[in-house]
């Protein structure tokens, strides 16, 4: 079973220069999720999608946007990216607040 | 927003020891979710627990609902090595929200 499958796993970035990250999940959750984590911080959100076609905002969402592509992709996408964007993203997908996560992607912005 | 305290930040134990932590808030939860993270990987879900009082376990580890719906505590008996991560809890508020909450998080490490 594969899960949650986020890629890629390191990223390089300038600054300014922009990416997509891409999640995917195979167990048809509603719900999916990007999260941050710097050290200390815990985990935090930065975008939701409740369902198919609908994304919110998280905690953290400003320099980001994000794109429900269908019912089982997940993007993430950094238009201009900042040494303040450098953590460990994270993808995830529930069901029923049931949260289960990918791997994780860690990017650095130089 | 809401906020989850965790507690301790950090612990060192023998093999062989209970382990307890715990998360409080000051907002009432209608789920509390338990999370370890080994390093380099995602969080793993251990426990769910939906209902006030709700005492659950999984081997050997056991997480209770706090009757306030403000706290819930994780306790991992009879500790071995590879019990050692970072333990994190998790609230959802329920009614329509889709959101967790996540604690800072424990580290627990373990001396064999």
């Known amino acids: 079973n594969a899960g949650v499958t986020q890629t890629p796993k390191f990223q390089v970035l300038k600054t300014g220069q922009s990416m997509t990250l891409q999640c995917a999940q195979d167990?048809?959750?509603?719900?999916m999720y990007w999260y941050r984590q710097d050290p200390g911080m815990g985990l935090r959100l930065i975008y939701y999608s409740a369902s198919e076609g609908t994304t919110d905002k998280g905690e953290v969402p400003n320099g980001y946007n994000v794109s429900r592509l269908n019912k089982r992709e997940f993007s993430l996408r950094l238009e201009s990216a900042a040494p303040s964007q450098t953590s460990v993203y994270f993808c995830a997908s529930s069901d029923f607040l049931k949260a289960f996560f990918g791997q994780g992607t860690r990017l650095t912005v130089v | 927003g809401q906020q989850l305290n965790q507690s301790p930040q950090s612990m060192f134990i023998q093999e062989g020891e209970d382990v307890s932590m715990n998360c409080t808030s000051s907002?009432?939860?209608?789920?509390w979710l338990w999370y370890k993270q080994d390093p380099g990987e995602g969080p793993v879900l251990l426990i769910a627990l939906y209902k006030a009082g709700e005492l659950t376990s999984n081997g050997r580890l056991t997480a209770q609902f706090g009757i306030t719906r403000k706290d819930s505590f994780l306790n991992i008996s009879a500790s071995i090595p590879s019990d050692v991560g970072i333990y994190f809890c998790?609230?959802?508020?329920?009614?329509?929200?889709?959101?967790?909450?996540f604690g800072k998080g424990t580290k627990l490490s373990v001396i064999p």
């Open positions: 907002s009432i939860f209608n789920t």
């Open positions: 998790a609230g959802g508020a329920g009614a329509g929200s889709y959101q967790l909450t």
């Open positions: 167990m048809n959750h509603n719900s």
